[in-house]
């Protein structure tokens, strides 16, 4: 017996397979990019690099955060880092995964263990608890 699961944007028909498996496949690009050869996944705190241009001058600025979340297929994909700045306020910046203005992004730390494709949760929590994953 056939069964057809939709596999990365094309559908696959595959004998004897359980949909439970394709809905693993989908979901693994919902929490792990690749970056200039780099494996990122939601959880990491990471150093992002990007070309800020202030007139006519270009510097690299650095943001560093937890990576929230990642969403959208190929093109279109963007991820978004967390970060709480001065006065314990939470920034968040977001690119796309594509962008000329990325010049690097360096993994700091890797999570224990993360369940969760959005760590949305992390914008309610106060203090240190909010950046321990």
Known sequence: MLKSCLVLDQFVRVPELDLRSGF????QGMISIEFKGKSLHV????RVSSNVIEGAKTRIQTFEG???SIRGRDVNQTFTVRRIG????????????????LVDIVVV???KKV??????????LVGKMSSAI
Do not use: C
């Open 24 to 27: 693993i496949v989908l979901f």
């Open 43 to 46: 959880g990491d705190t990471v």
């Open 66 to 68: 937890i990576i929230i």
């Open 86 to 101: 001065a006065k314990n306020i939470g920034v968040e910046r977001s690119w796309p995964l594509n962008s000329t203005t």
């Open 109 to 111: 730390k890797n999570p």
């Open 115 to 124: 369940r969760r494709s959005k760590l949305y949760f992390l914008r309610n």
